[in-house]
C-alpha cells in the first residue's frame, strides 16, 4: 500500500473516530494539523504502536524536537517533510494541543 493510500485511510478513520473523542479539535486546528492526526491520533495517542503518542508530551520537548525535525537537526524521513512547512507558531499552537491532552485515555 502506497504511504498517500494509507494515510487516507487513515485520514476516514479519523474522523469517524473525532466523534467519538473527548474534545474534538476545533475546525481551524483540525484543517491546519489534520495530517498529524492521521499518525498521531487525533486524541494524541497513535494510530499505529511503532508512531509515538503525544498526547500529555511535555509543551517545550513538542516545540524543540518539531523544530529539531523542520531545520533538520533531527534527520528523519518521516517527520522532516511533515514539520518542513510549519512556523514557529504553527508548532507552538500544535505543541499545546497535543500537550494539553490527558494521556492514557486508551
Ligand atoms: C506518516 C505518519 C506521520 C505523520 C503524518 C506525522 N508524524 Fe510525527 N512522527 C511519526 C513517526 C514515525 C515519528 C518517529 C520519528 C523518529 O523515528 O524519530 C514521529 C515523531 C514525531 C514527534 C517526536 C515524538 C518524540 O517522542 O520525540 C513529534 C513531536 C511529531 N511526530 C509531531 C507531528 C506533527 C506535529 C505532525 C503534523 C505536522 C506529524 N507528527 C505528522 C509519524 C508521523
Same mark, same amino acid.
Request: aromatic fraction near 8%.
Given at each position: ?31 491546519? =494539523? ?7 491520533? *487525533?486524541? /494524541?495517542?497513535?494510530?499505529? !504502536?511503532?508512531?509515538? @503518542? ?14 529539531? =525535525? ?7 524521513? *518521516?517527520? /522532516?517533510?511533515?514539520?518542513? !512547512?510549519?512556523?514557529? @507558531? ?17
Amino acid at each position: 500500500m502506497t504511504l498517500l493510500k494509507s494515510l487516507s485511510l487513515t485520514v476516514a478513520g479519523v474522523l469517524f473516530t473525532v466523534g467519538m473523542a473527548q474534545a474534538a479539535p476545533s475546525a481551524a486546528i483540525s484543517a491546519k =494539523f489534520g495530517v498529524c492526526f492521521a499518525c498521531h491520533g *487525533v486524541d /494524541g495517542h497513535a494510530i499505529l !504502536p511503532t508512531y509515538p @503518542n503525544l498526547a500529555g508530551q511535555n509543551k517545550d520537548y513538542l516545540v524543540q524536537t518539531l523544530r529539531e =525535525f523542520r531545520d533538520g537537526k533531527r534527520p528523519n524521513d *518521516v517527520m /522532516g517533510p511533515m514539520a518542513k !512547512p510549519l512556523s514557529n @507558531n504553527d508548532i507552538d499552537e500544535v505543541a499545546m494541543y497535543f500537550a494539553d491532552i490527558k494521556p492514557g485515555k486508551k
